[in-house]
Nanobody
Framework: QVQLVESGGGSVQAGGSLRLSCEASGYIYQRICMGWFRQAPGKEREEVATIGIVSGISNVADSVKGRFTISRNDAKNTVYLQMNSLQPEDTAMYYC??????????????WGQGTQVTVSG
């Protein structure tokens, strides 16, 4: 399996920005698709963004389109989630995920421990 370690969460005022990082280790050749999910208390888990490690094709949820961007640094085995214009409804635990298959309908079998994002205001 792939091990995923997130960082970069924190507290920010509405309108602010944060960048989440996810470093992968272990069987990194199994990373075909990586992405981010989030889950707020009492709400369903939501897929936020994905990126194909080979294809480079990215996709972001409509709820964050125009504000969030996913990118990767292959040399560092790291995926990033740049979050701009944050709103209180973005408050959630954010999880990095990895799948050994293409992003469309991917079965994410590796999950990070999560990093908390809290937006006030």
């Amino acid at each position: 399996q792939v091990q995923l370690v997130e960082s970069g969460g924190g507290s920010v005022q509405a309108g602010g920005s944060l960048r989440l990082s996810c470093e992968a280790s272990g069987y990194i050749y199994q990373r075909i698709c990586m992405g981010w999910f989030r889950q707020a208390p009492g709400k369903e888990r939501e897929e936020v963004a994905t990126i194909g490690i080979v294809s480079g094709i990215s996709n972001v949820a409509d709820s964050v389109k125009g504000r969030f961007t996913i990118s990767r640094n292959d040399a560092k085995n790291t995926v990033y989630l740049q979050m701009n214009s944050l709103q209180p409804e973005d408050t959630a635990m954010y999880y990095c995920v990895s799948a050994p298959s293409a992003c469309g309908g991917a079965d994410f079998d590796s999950w990070g421990q999560g990093t908390q994002v809290t937006v006030s205001g």
